[in-house]
């Protein structure tokens, strides 16, 4: 099987996430597509501001239709930095005989070489990554034995902190999330 892993705070969940996810899935014919929720992203250490239990319940209502997609909430149980190394060691265990591919943004090519163990993390998994608007990536990675992979799909120019700091403002989270998070987000109070 292709298994594809999506990993990021989703603080909160947003259309972005959700076509990128898709886009993944038709370009490379995956069979599943795990969406991995950070308990604390390691070069991102002030991303997350509500709850591991609000940013589950988000992602469950945004996707709960969709059978191709599932929520790992490996990192979340497991607390502390997540780091990518240990995430793809423990999905490795799990489907030892398949292909696995990280998808990333595009923004994250120039910082490979600073994720933990990522030689190692390189001989374990296959890399997709999208470009992100204003984020024009340079493939060209000096990583022994990086198997990168470009996906061309739609580029949405929406980021989480972007939505929290729009509810701060008093402004619509409407087209860019999906209506049960927004929904979610108002009925919680999330980032005012």
């Not at 060691?89 to 799990?94: D, E, L, P, S």
């Not at 984020?135 to 929290?164: N, T």
Request: glycine share 6%; aromatic share 10%.
């Amino acid at each position: 099987m292709k298994i594809g892993f999506l990993g990021g705070s989703f603080d909160p969940v947003h259309f972005g996430h959700l076509i990128a996810a898709q886009d993944v899935l038709e370009q490379f014919h995956l069979d599943r597509l795990l969406l991995v929720p950070a308990a604390q992203a390691p070069l991102k250490p002030t991303d997350v501001q509500s709850s591991l239990e609000n940013r589950l319940t988000m992602l469950r209502s945004a996707t709960e239709w969709d059978h191709r997609l599932e929520i790992s909430d490996y990192e979340l149980r497991k607390g502390g930095v997540s780091y990518t190394i240990d995430s793809v060691r423990h999905f490795r265990a799990q489907f030892p005989q398949d292909q696995l591919y990280w998808i990333i943004g595009g923004d994250q090519l120039p910082l490979l070489h600073k994720w933990k163990d990522i030689e190692q993390l390189a001989r374990e998994i296959e890399f997709i990554f999208l470009e992100r608007p204003k984020h024009p990536s340079k493939p060209h990675v000096e990583i022994p034995g990086l198997r990168l992979h470009r996906c061309d799909g739609h580029l949405i120019e929406i980021s989480s902190s972007e939505l929290r700091a729009r509810v701060k403002r008093g402004l619509s989270l409407h087209y860019f999330c999906p209506q049960k998070v927004i929904a979610y987000i108002d009925a919680h109070r999330l980032y005012r």
